[in-house]
Every structure is written in structure tokens, then in C-alpha cells.
């Protein structure tokens, strides 16, 4: 079974559960994949019941900041474990889909693919790295895998470093 996984918490400012409502819209309209959406127990979920094929609720890690706000941006690394498909597509809430582009993953041999670079329109700055002395950022805006023993590895070690992510700065 094929499906898209987002994940929705909501700050003080952004209401990403919105974005997901918004999203797994634009989901339906240009993919035709039933939509499992990851959020915690304070986003009110009843007027949204028919939207989603899964939400599942778990606790929200709010120790990351962007900006002096609460960013809860952790916890990608358990979209292996959430994931009711064999193969998913895992997407940022605020990432628009305006084709049904994102279908090719799911028709390739690869069981692991995700963004290594980007292009920002209004600038080009360097490529981002964790450090000056490690690898390119891989991004996690648009990430498709297939349930595999490789991939479940890539995640367990997303959360190695999620985990112990000073280490990785230092």
C-alpha cells in the first residue's frame, strides 16, 4: 500500500495542522494517496475526521527553537515506525503539490530518496552542512521510502544524530 505522511504541530504562531488540512487537499485533488497525518493531543482533530485516512497523536518534542519560537521539528526520524504503508511519501505541510509529479518515486527501483540540494529563488547561498567538517544537509522536505531493512536503518541512524546532535555540531 502507497501513502503520504505529514506531520502537523502547531506553535504559538504557525498552524501547521492547517497546512496539513490544506495539503492533504491538494494530496487528493494531484495523487489520489490516502493521507496519514502525525500531530499531538492539543490540535483539535473532530471537525477533520473525514479528511484523513489515519491521524495517529503522539507527544510533541518542543525543545527546538527557530527564531525564539517553540519549532517542533523533531521526530522525522519516526515516520519509519508511524508509516501504515510499504511505501511512502513523507512531505513538509507546507509544501504545495501542484502536479502529480511526486507519483515517479513510487515507480522507481530506489527504496531511500530525499532532497541533497536546493535552490532558493531570491539567492543562492552555499550548500548547508550540519558543520564545516560534515556532509551536506539532506533535507527532509519531500522524503519517499519503502519499508525496508536499509531504510529502517537510515531512520534508526536520523535518530542517532537527532539524538545526539551536539556531538554531530561539535
Request: hydrophobic fraction near 35%; include cysteine.
Amino acid at each position: 500500500m502507497k501513502g503520504v505522511l505529514l506531520f502537523a504541530f502547531n506553535n504559538g504562531v504557525t498552524d501547521y495542522f492547517e497546512m496539513a488540512v490544506r495539503t492533504t487537499r491538494r494530496i487528493n485533488q494531484y495523487l489520489n494517496l490516502p493521507v496519514t497525518v502525525i500531530t499531538d493531543s492539543n490540535t483539535e482533530l473532530s471537525k477533520y475526521d473525514n479528511l484523513f485516512d489515519n491521524i495517529i497523536t503522539t507527544e510533541s518534542d518542543t525543545s527546538n527553537t527557530k527564531d525564539k519560537q517553540v519549532w517542533i521539528n523533531k521526530g522525522r526520524h519516526n515516520a519509519y515506525l508511524f508509516s501504515p504503508y510499504d511505501e511512502t511519501l513523507v512531505l513538509d505541510t507546507d509544501y504545495l503539490v501542484n502536479s502529480d509529479t511526486l507519483l515517479k518515486p513510487f515507480e522507481l527501483y530506489d527504496d531511500f530518496m530525499c532532497h541533497n540540494y536546493v535552490d532558493y529563488i531570491l539567492n543562492n547561498p552555499q550548500q548547508e552542512k550540519v558543520s564545516e567538517t560534515f556532509i551536506n544537509t539532506a533535507w527532509a522536505t519531500v522524503i519517499y521510502f519503502k519499508k525496508t531493512n536499509r531504510t529502517k536503518q537510515i531512520f534508526d541512524c536520523m535518530e542517532m544524530v537527532q539524538n545526539n546532535y551536539l556531538h554531530y555540531v561539535n
